[in-house]
């Protein structure tokens, strides 16, 4: 029997998982900026304003788009897991539950920082974030590893951010 060309497609029918409805694609994109229009109802006020900052601040201008960026994919890191369906059931719904969780967390940062100015207990709670940011990124390399690396700027960005938020509550304790 004659060996097949390397240049000729590949007669096999295409995985399961590569079926991957975009419908799916924008419930994930739909959710996660869901999430981040909270963030949009607390914007940075006056108590913001009067806070000493660290010299490695960014300019304000940097955060919109860093966090746009960083919900696409995440939105397309967590389509990747939804939809792989060769995977397990119970390892994608654990996916999903953790990416919830911290999506939920992240939700919850914002206003906890900018509505109730509580930037220890913002701290707090982005300190755990990263936890189960980690913990989420675990789970996702179970199911699809390229969902896993799409998630590693988000991580790399809520490093930066827990500095940051860390900086502001030393630089300002007695706010």
Known sequence: M???SPFV???TPLEPR?????STLALWLLVCFAAA???AMFPPDAFYEALDKPFFQPPDWLFGPVWTVLYALMATAMWLVATKLSSPRRERTRARS???LQLGLNALWTPLFFGAHEVGLALLLILVLNVVVIITIRRFYRVDRNAARLMLPYLAW??????????LWWLNRGV
């Open 37 to 39: 229009s909270l963030g």
């Open 18 to 22: 590569l079926r991957r409805p975009f």
């Open 158 to 167: 809520i490093g930066f951010a827990t500095a940051l938020n860390a900086s």
């Open 9 to 11: 497609a590949d007669p």
């Open 98 to 100: 953790a990416f919830l």
């Open 2 to 4: 004659a060996s097949q």
